[in-house]
């Protein structure tokens, strides 16, 4: 497990230090990651080690991960949503660069996770395959969406303007899902169901 936390940190702190174009973009990469078990990434390269080819694209697979996991703490984290101050015994994100700095960081974070996997070096399969993988997790990011809006809805009133849009953020996850005609290679349907079930979980006590 140490091995495997290891590796999950090497890469992520390489890919860091590889987009980081000033000090201050550093600084917040570095915070946002500091801490916590990789748990996530570690099952996805272990799932990754079951098999024979070249494990790279795993990597990134479970760098990606650990940057949409983090992203969506730093987001539950703020006064609009659990209105929580600390995280791994820190103050939280928000509490240290203001909400601002806050939510423009995940929307870059969550932005730069998607052109990441869409590059041609990060994922060595073809286009289309590597389309399907880029679905797969913008799908599972609008899950996200869905169940934390329906976590912040659970027993509070709804105002009108939510009950209007209640129909379309509840079924994001629920829409049917078309047939790929490309097959994603089947140790990357594995991580990205393992995606997919992290995601829809509430294992924020594992961080």
């Not at 290891?6 to 500091?34: C, G, M, Q, T, W």
């Not at 996200?144 to 996850?173: F, R, T």
């Not at 349907?189 to 961080?207: A, G, N, P, R």
């Amino acid at each position: 497990m140490n091995l495997l936390k290891l590796r999950v940190d090497n890469h992520l702190y390489k890919k860091i230090d590889e987009i980081s174009k000033s000090p201050k973009e550093k600084e917040l990469l570095n915070d946002a990651f500091f801490g916590g078990k990789r748990l996530r990434p570690m099952i996805c390269l272990a799932i990754g080690d079951s098999f024979p080819n070249d494990n790279k694209p795993i990597e990134n697979i479970a760098v990606a991960i650990e940057m949409i996991h983090n992203a969506s703490l730093i987001l539950d984290d703020t006064p609009q949503m659990d209105n929580d101050s600390m995280r791994r015994n820190s103050p939280a994100f928000h509490v240290k660069y203001g909400i601002k700095t806050t939510y423009l960081f995940c929307y870059y974070l969550i932005s730069w996770i998607n052109k990441y996997l869409a590059k041609r070096e990060s994922i060595s399969v073809p286009i289309q395959s590597k389309t399907a993988i880029v679905e797969n997790v913008s799908q599972e990011l609008l899950s996200l969406i869905a169940g934390q809006y329906k976590d912040l809805s659970w027993g509070k009133s709804v105002s009108s303007y939510s009950l209007e849009h209640l129909p379309s953020l509840e079924n994001l996850s629920l829409q049917p899902q078309q047939p790929q005609q490309h097959p994603i290679p089947e140790k990357y349907i594995s991580c990205l169901d393992f995606v997919s079930s992290i995601l829809k979980c509430d294992l924020e006590s594992l961080d």
